[in-house]
T-cell receptor, first 110, second 111 residues
């Protein structure tokens, strides 16, 4: 059965801290891994990763995929209160459906 | 706004009633997906269309659920004889290739 596991499930930090969110997966017919940010509404797209070892960056956020060890990390540097959200990891299968993890709830305190 | 839109945003219904939700994808996207999300969980796949063809359905989609995309543009998701366990956020997403973009969701509460 396809499985996506995120850790930690919950994280509380202070503004300015750097955080690393983890995502491991066991999925047949892997195509890509995606990260989404979810506040009190629908998930918003952050990154799509298809190749191992190539870091994707967007401002203070970055992500990398390891297809040999079957995991990805999402880094957020110099966190701000606006980064508080649930971060979802999803793996796209060959059938194009996404299999999601439960998410990591990040709280950034001022 | 050219993003994915969903209607209604909230629906409260009594157990046993039928409900229908609508999703309008981003206009040039030929793929459309429905997911369901409950509290503390990530979204779970329900079904997927490429143009008007329904290509995959999850085991979660019991025979009370039906989805259509008649002209390959908007889609509807109908739930018949709703049960309290159907209470959830129903999310629609669309894509052309690669990343899926999500709509705001329809929150269903079955009383």
């Amino acid at each position: 059965e396809d499985k996506v596991v995120q850790s930690p499930l919950s994280l509380v930090v202070h503004e300015g801290d750097t955080v690393t969110l983890n995502c491991s997966y066991e999925v047949t017919n892997f195509r890509s891994l995606l990260w989404y940010k979810q506040e009190k509404k629908a998930p918003t797209f952050l990154f799509m990763l298809t190749s191992s070892g190539i870091e994707k960056k967007s401002g203070r956020l970055s992500s990398i995929l390891d297809k040999k060890e079957l995991f990805s990390i999402l880094n957020i540097t110099a966190t701000q209160t606006g980064d508080s959200a649930i971060y979802l990891c999803a793996v796209e299968r060959g059938s194009e459906k996404l299999v999601f993890g439960k998410g990591t709830k990040l709280t950034v305190n001022p | 706004d050219t993003g994915v839109s969903q209607d209604p945003r909230h629906k409260i219904t009594k157990r046993g009633q039928n409900v229908t939700f609508r999703c309008d994808p981003i206009s040039e996207h030929n793929r459309l997906y429905w997911y369901r999300q409950t509290l503390g969980q990530g979204p779970e796949f329900l079904t997927y269309f490429q143009n008007e063809a329904q290509l995959e359905k999850s085991r979660l989609l019991s025979d009370r659920f039906s989805a259509e995309r008649p002209k390959g543009s908007f889609s509807t998701l109908e739930i018949q004889r709703t049960e309290q366990g159907d209470s959830a956020m129903y999310l629609c997403a669309s894509s052309r290739t690669g990343e899926q973009y999500f709509g705001p969701g329809t929150r269903l509460t079955v009383t």
